[in-house]
């Protein structure tokens, strides 16, 4: 009789999700220069286009749409640009304060490359988010898709705020980040991992929490259009957002799935109920 093939798990064991994540934090630990320099700066680009699409929603919207609906649309907007990143596989910081932390703390990569990484890739992102602020400053209202209001607006909402607001946020920010890399790992297929995606961004859109990349863009076009803050207040959500981030996703995420991974103990066998044998009863007899 031909073996019957076993039904797979509707879910990854926690031990492969680790597994796969350390492997994937040791490939981008030991990848060369040039190549992480050049995917971050896509990933800087390619995350931008949340602030474009923000600004082209707020500006065709303003006034036809109640204040709530057009944050929950500029919200799924903000998506965006993380789907591009995370999809096509591009460095972007938030992701790899959490992923490449595993390898440190497994004992198989040391700090000195983990700052590496994170110093390429931030350095790299900014690099890239900048040059699409200039773009969505130049551009945008020059085709009179984007009025130079929504790019004020946008970038005084990240600023206005003090230090400590500004860290708490950008911890939340990148806690949701932290846990999207765990989510997608454990994630079957793409479909699963656009869903996921979506729905950890949109939360951090919506809430107006503070990612250093996707906020970077959004102060910076403030700032080209000649209708953002100061370049003080630039650093300074910049200092405080980058801070946040890492802690976020170092701290709140891989030290602590980690940790209950390796002391979870080892994953039970999963139990199959054999089928007991069907009774036949013999009618011809009598």
Do not use: C
Request: cysteine-free.
């Amino acid at each position: 009789m031909p073996d019957v093939p076993k039904e797979q798990p509707s879910q990854k064991a926690y031990h492969t999700i680790l597994e796969q994540e350390i492997t994937e934090g040791l490939r981008e630990l030991e990848r060369p220069f040039s190549g992480l320099f050049i995917s971050g700066v896509s990933a800087g680009l390619d995350v931008s286009f949340s602030l474009f699409l923000i600004a082209v929603t707020m500006s065709l919207f303003q006034g036809q749409l109640g204040r709530p609906l057009q944050e929950v649309i500029a919200a799924a907007m903000y998506s965006v640009g993380f789907i591009l990143v995370v999809l096509g596989r591009s460095e972007l910081f938030t992701e790899h304060t959490t992923r490449a932390v595993y390898p440190i703390l497994h004992g198989r990569a040391s700090l000195h490359r983990l700052f590496r990484l994170w110093a390429i890739i931030y350095v790299a992102n900014l690099i890239g988010s900048a040059t699409f602020a200039r773009l969505t400053a130049s551009v945008g209202p020059a085709m009179g898709i984007i009025d130079l209001w929504a790019l004020r607006e946008i970038s005084f909402r990240v600023v206005n705020h003090p230090g400590w607001v500004i860290f708490f946020s950008a911890l939340l920010a990148g806690w949701l980040m932290g846990l999207l890399s765990w989510l997608v790992s454990a994630a079957r297929d793409t479909t699963s991992q656009i869903l996921l995606v979506g729905i950890i961004t949109w939360t951090i859109g919506i809430a107006h929490l503070h990612h250093a990349v996707v906020g970077n863009v959004e102060v910076l076009a403030g700032i080209f259009a000649r209708r953002g803050p100061g370049w003080d207040s630039y650093g300074h959500f910049l200092l405080w957002t980058t801070l946040g981030n890492a802690v976020g996703g170092a701290f709140f995420v891989a030290l602590f799935k980690y940790s209950h991974v390796i002391r979870g103990g080892i994953e039970p066998a999963p139990v199959q109920l054999e089928k007991e044998s069907p009774v036949i009863i013999d009618t011809s007899a009598g």
